[in-house]
Structures are given as structure tokens and as C-alpha cells.
């Protein structure tokens, strides 16, 4: 074999891992979009936790206004054929308890890191939107016991998506 056949076939190789990275992109802002417009949706934050060599994972939370998780779905895997699929252990759970799971959960390693990634971006953003007090706190019958204050040294302050 010649190294112009060579060199055509890795060429053919990236350029194929391309599209099917490109595809992959598409699919992924797809189902996205489905969940941030998810009907009842206040908040949506997004996780990850990438490894080296071993499989990444991404987890995507979408909560009402109070901060109760209505939709979850994670993608997880090496290749361009990973995608975003349904995550139902999680819907019902109050953000604030995914937070901070802590080692004594079922979910483990970089699965425990990227819930509990989406869960403090959604956190911040319900802090950054409001001032969080004990009247306000748990108005929404979840158990959130986050105390922020205006301006506060506690103060959280985040990016994630609103749903309006």
C-alpha cells in the first residue's frame, strides 16, 4: 500500500468522524430545545463530566419553578453515536438534594459529578433570579434550604437557562 492510499483513507476517516460529530451536535441541540421548552419548565442545567480515556457524561435537568426536577436525560459514551436518553430516576427529586449527593448514593463517579453539576447551575440561576428567604424558601413544597441574601457574601451566581 502506497502513502497516498494511506493518506486518502485517514483523510476519508476525519472527514467521516466529522459528520458524524457534526450529526451527533444536531441531534444533541435537538432533543436540547425539547427539553428547555418542556411544558412547566422554570429552570434547565447542564453537566458534565468528561473523562480521559473512559466514557464522559452529560446530564441535562429541566425543574419547574420551584426547583422539583420534571425532566432529566444524560448522554454518556466515547463515540459520535452516544445521545441524550431518558434519565427517569431523577424526575420528582428536589434539586437542592442533588446537589450535593454526597458518597453515600447510588450514583457514582463521574455520573454523581455531572447531576450534581446540573443541579448547582439550576441553583444558581434560581438565586441569581431571586433572593431566596425562609418565607420564600420552600413556597414550592421541595426542601430547599439555601439562605441567599441580596448582595450577601453567599450570594450564588451562575449561567443556565431560563424558560419564561
Known sequence: MNTLAVLLILAGAWVLQSLLAM????AFRRRLAGLLHAPGAGYAGIGV??????????VVLTT????IVIRSERMKGLSVFAGLREFPELIGA???SLASLGTSTRYKGRLRTAIEKAAKQVL????KDQVLTPETRNSGGGAMDLAVEEGGDNALLGSCVVIS
Open 49 to 58: 463530566a468528561a473523562g480521559k480515556m473512559l466514557p464522559g457524561v452529560m
Open 64 to 67: 419547574d419553578p420551584a426547583g
Open 23 to 26: 450529526r451527533q451536535m444536531m
Open 124 to 127: 444558581e440561576r434560581m438565586a
Open 94 to 96: 428536589d434539586v437542592q
